[in-house]
């Protein structure tokens, strides 16, 4: 549950960063100073996905997002994934992901105001930063994740082998001690 309300407090801060941002620069294009050289704010008005793609498809983003946030949603109530890197990557996404849905849904865009100085990259918003450092977590997740079930299936597949090796040190004695008693009956019966 304190991933879902992560999630929820993204979407409070995206938000109420979206609308100071609006309130301030009021006309779309307008660019006021933030971190001289490296960031400066823009009001933009992105009617598509991430770099404008699928401009003006309001309604198939919407329905795209909602099935992501669905999934990602179950996954973090069903426990799915169990470790917490997993679980943080999922409420960034779903944070970030709601943030500009709500957008898309009340205002037919979403509102962008980051735009890099120091070299030409698409602008971009609160929503968008969570949810490229949650996807960069779920990343390193899965590789974390991947190589630990590999070296639990070495050290399982090497615990194995010792059982297997104990076992036929067991049916060799065993076999050792059955042909010694039927040397020593064969013995007594020579007699």
């Known amino acids: 549950m304190p991933y879902v309300l992560l999630s ?12 100071f941002v609006a309130r301030q620069l009021v006309r779309v294009g307008t660019s006021a100073a933030f971190l001289p050289g490296i960031l400066q704010l823009t009001l933009v008005h992105n009617t ?7 401009s003006g498809k309001t309604t198939f983003l919407l329905i795209v997002t909602a099935l ?7 996954a973090i109530l069903l426990d799915k ?33 980051f735009d890099t100085e120091f070299m030409n990259f698409p602008v971009f ?22 190589r630990k079930s590999r070296l639990d299936r070495r050290e399982a597949s090497r615990r194995r082998w010792e059982q297997s090796r104990e076992a036929a040190k ?12 039927f040397d020593k009956n064969d013995d007594l019966s020579d007699r």
Not at 68 to 74: A, G, K, S
Not at 81 to 106: E, T, W
Not at 170 to 181: F, K, M, P, S, V
């Open 125 to 146: 918003n609160v929503a968008d930063c969570f949810i490229t450092v949650g996807a960069v977590l779920l990343c390193i997740w899965v590789l974390r994740d991947e």
């Open 68 to 74: 992501v946030c669905l999934v990602i949603l179950c």
């Open 81 to 113: 994934p169990a470790a917490g890197l997993g679980k943080l990557s999922f409420a960034f996404i779903l944070g970030g992901a709601v943030g500009n849905a709500l957008d898309r849904y009340l205002l037919g865009y979403v509102i962008d105001m």
């Open 48 to 54: 598509g996905a991430s770099w404008g793609i699928l």
């Open 170 to 181: 067991a049916d060799a004695a065993l076999a050792e001690q059955t042909r010694r008693e």
């Open 8 to 19: 929820a407090l993204i979407v409070v801060l995206d938000q109420w960063y979206k609308g």
